[in-house]
């Protein structure tokens, strides 16, 4: 299951990468933009991958126009038992990664501190053409494509980390760079990392979608 807020740049960008190059493999479970918590606990026992964009704190990770949606002590464990979870936000990899562990999560990725990048407002309608936020979106991408391969928690999140260095080493832009570093020396893999779900089809050549309409309340 994919969650896909856009109701913001941040939000929006990331969510955007997501549709291009992920959507297609997660059908049908794929929540896109206003999502409640009633909605997500309702769909939750179903699939084994549970990837979630949003805005984070180390507590707790947010959907569309901020609403919590998995919080730490407030969520059915049995909903996100024996589920391999992808956390793309900030924070949440501090307190709400390890807390799903412990309740039953096979593995969970995400980041200790803020997940930061430099973006292009110009392509915000479709920010897969986004050549600066691309240094940064690619690798997450990367890491979530080899989850649904079928390939283990553990060489998804080493890909993702791989992927944040070789594109700081070439970059030229010190504040693009700074940002990959940070994010690579804060991701997280919390868990079992040989923790896997069940492949999905491939996608060889994804077709770009319409420009994306910001989502708003």
Same mark, same amino acid.
């Given at each position: 299951?994919?969650?896909?807020?856009?109701?913001?740049?941040?939000?929006?960008?990331?969510?955007?990468?997501?549709?291009?190059?992920?959507? %297609?493999?997660?059908?049908?479970?794929?929540?896109?933009?206003? *999502?409640?918590?009633?909605?997500?606990?309702?769909?939750?026992?179903?699939?084994?991958?549970?990837?979630? @964009?949003?805005?984070?704190?180390? !507590?707790?990770? !947010?959907?569309?126009?901020?609403?919590?949606?998995?919080?730490?002590?407030?969520?059915?464990?049995?909903?996100?038992?024996?589920?391999?979870?992808?956390?793309?936000?900030?924070?949440?990899?501090?307190?709400? #990664?390890?807390?799903?562990?412990?309740?039953? #999560? *096979?593995? @969970?990725?995400?980041?200790?501190? =803020?997940?930061?990048?430099?973006?292009?407002?110009?392509?915000?309608?479709?920010?897969?053409?986004?050549?600066?936020?691309?240094?940064?979106?690619?690798?997450?991408?990367?890491?979530?494509?080899?989850?649904?391969?079928?390939?283990?928690?553990?060489?998804?999140?080493?890909?993702? @980390?791989?992927?944040?260095?070789?594109?700081?080493?070439?970059?030229? =832009?010190?504040?693009?760079?700074?940002?990959?570093?940070?994010?690579?020396?804060?991701?997280? *893999?919390?868990?079992?990392?040989?923790?896997?779900?069940?492949?999905?089809?491939?996608?060889?050549?994804?077709?770009?979608?319409? %420009?994306?309409?910001?989502?708003?309340?």
């Amino acid at each position: 299951m994919l969650t896909l807020p856009m109701f913001d740049p941040p939000t929006q960008c990331m969510s955007g990468f997501l549709t291009r190059y992920v959507v %297609p493999r997660t059908m049908p479970f794929q929540l896109v933009g206003p *999502l409640s918590t009633k909605r997500l606990f309702s769909t939750l026992p179903k699939g084994d991958v549970l990837i979630m @964009v949003g805005h984070g704190a180390p !507590t707790l990770i !947010t959907g569309q126009n901020e609403m919590v949606l998995l919080e730490v002590k407030k969520y059915n464990a049995n909903y996100i038992a024996g589920k391999v979870i992808k956390l793309i936000s900030c924070e949440s990899g501090r307190i709400l #990664a390890p807390d799903l562990v412990e309740n039953g #999560a *096979l593995s @969970v990725q995400g980041y200790t501190e =803020d997940l930061i990048w430099v973006l292009d407002y110009d392509y915000i309608t479709r920010p897969w053409a986004d050549k600066m936020a691309a240094t940064a979106m690619l690798p997450i991408v990367c890491s979530t494509q080899l989850l649904l391969d079928g390939k283990t928690s553990q060489e998804a999140f080493d890909a993702e @980390v791989e992927g944040f260095s070789l594109n700081a080493e070439k970059e030229e =832009d010190e504040l693009i760079k700074a940002c990959l570093e940070f994010d690579r020396d804060n991701a997280v *893999l919390l868990g079992d990392g040989e923790a896997r779900v069940k492949a999905r089809p491939k996608i060889s050549f994804p077709i770009p979608p319409p %420009p994306l309409i910001p989502l708003r309340a």
